[in-house]
Structure formats: structure tokens, C-alpha cells
């Protein structure tokens, strides 16, 4: 099987990656095996017309509108593997077979290593939450906590009064520097140095912390910064080269989304520091139509018509 385009990912980047490019009329083909990062959040907040619908109605309404377009094909499973150069992509499925493709898009995404803390886990996404601009506003006027895990987490404890009463948690670890501390300060931020070694309430809520030294400390939430991970291993086997950046690793693109790879682009989580549904159909889009233009300035079309 030849495609245009083959998109290794299918939420909201890989998607946004495919609808200009089946309104082109190229051939595209999206593989998902279905493990959106944001499936432990109940409802997504944020994104422009669609604030408070759950992350799996909006990538249902996608789908279908994409598949609309006849030459537009999505497949449930995974991409084991990829080879070749542009013009000349070999990928191989969990399902046994492989197609070809003239471009690739990886729109794999990240997964979250979580802090090893008993009651953390059960809690992701709903009472122990990661961006405040995403879930503060459904926590407003309780007591939060950011719970240090990485040396920009007091950035997150400077945001967040502006949702509630903050306690920011250095877990014995990440001491935030004088002029930190004075803005802590200035915006009303309590500095905890004992750590945090339990979540307590009835799960997935959260009633209170409990620190190491005995004392409880009653909180409606906890921010965490969990430890990404690239999803997959296909950027890295075709030569991609993968930046650590202040969040975590992610894969080097140009301002189009292109690798360092000819003909690969990488767009969403896995390709830009910052994270949010709004910010992943921009880059995907972004893709897309970068896909799309490096194919029209080459004779071959593979459209009917």
C-alpha cells in the first residue's frame, strides 16, 4: 500500500496533520493505537469551540469528519517500525504488513512517569492535575499544591493563586533561589520544605496531604509535573535528532514542522515544550500543510481528477 502521507498518531495533532491534506486530495493514512496522553482527564478545557466536551468527543466528531474525505484512511494499531527516505518510507504495522509513503508524519506524542507517591496515581487527572491553565479554573477558591518534581516547578506555584490559596511543596529538593522566594512571597505562596509522602480522601478527590513529619494538610489539589517520555521509538530509528528541553526530551523541527529528516515532521507534544490541545492542532496543521506543499512542487500527483 503507497500513500502521500502516513500520520503515526491519531489525536489531535495527527488529525489536524490529515484534514488539509485529504482537502487536497492526497492519500493519507493515520495509525493510532488509541492511548491519547489526556484520557485520564474527564472533560477538556480551553480549546475554542469545544471548552468542557470530553478529549474523546472531539477526537470522535475528527474522526468522522475527516473520514469524510475519500482519500482519507484511519487504522487502528501501531507503527513497529519505519525505514527509507523521502519519496521512499517503508512502515511496518503491529497488524503484520507494511505500507509506503512518500512523507511521515510522527504525531506519537508523550507519556507521563508520575512521582512514586501512594494516592498520586489513582488521582491523575482529576485531583492531581498538570497545567493550571487546563484544570485551575474547575479547582478555583480551594486549596491547591504544586508539588516539586522538577526545577521548573516553582514557575507553576507563581501562576496559581490566581485559582487559589497555594502551598508550593519543595519535596527537600528543589529550593526555589532568593528572588524566587520573593515572588513566592509577594504572590501569597506558602513555602512547605518537609515533603509530601501521602494523598489522602476518597479517590479520585482529594481531601489533604500528608508530610513527613506527621502533619496533614488539607488541599482540593495537587499540581505535578509528570516525566515525559517520547511514545515509541520510530523518531529516533530514522535518524531524528531528539532535543532535551526545560520540560523534558522532545524531537527538533523547524519552524514547518520538518525533522532534521527529509521528508519526517513531528508535530504536537513530541515537538514543542508546551503542551495543550489548542497548541497541538496548530502544529499539526502546521504539518500538514507543510506535507502537503513539499509534494505539489513535485510532477507526481496521486489524486484522481
Known sequence: MRYDVLIVGGSFAGLAAALPLARARRRVLVVDAGLTRNRFS????????????????????????????????????EASAASGEAD?????????????????ILTTGL???????????????????????????????????????HPMSSHTAVLLPDWGPTTFFTQGKYEPDAERTALLARRGV???????????????????????????VPLGAVFVAPRPHLTGSLALS????????????GVKTDDFKQTTVAGVYAAGDIARPMHSITLAVADGATAGTAAHQSLAFLPERTHDG
Not at 521512499?88 to 511521515?104: P, T
Open 42 to 77: 474527564a472533560h477538556a478545557h480551553g480549546f475554542l469551540g469545544h471548552d468542557g466536551k470530553t478529549p474523546g468527543a472531539i477526537l470522535e466528531e475528527a474522526r468522522a469528519q475527516l473520514l469524510a474525505y475519500p482519500t482519507a484512511e484511519i487504522l487502528h494499531g
Open 88 to 104: 521512499r518510507f517503508a512502515v511496518a504495522l503491529s497488524e503484520g504488513r507494511e505500507v509506503h509513503a512518500r512523507r511521515l
Open 111 to 149: 507519556s507521563d512517569e508520575l512521582p512514586d507517591l501512594p494516592g498520586l496515581r489513582e488521582r491523575w487527572g482529576r485531583s492531581v492535575l498538570h497545567c493550571p491553565y487546563c484544570h485551575g479554573y474547575e479547582v478555583r477558591d480551594q486549596p491547591l499544591g504544586v508539588l516539586a518534581n
Open 190 to 216: 506558602a513555602v512547605e520544605r518537609t515533603p509530601v509522602v501521602e494523598l489522602r480522601g476518597d479517590a479520585p478527590g482529594l481531601s489533604s496531604v500528608r508530610l513527613a513529619d506527621g502533619r496533614v
Open 238 to 249: 530514522l535518524g531524528c535528532v531528539v532535543e532535551e528541553g526545560p520540560m523534558g526530551p
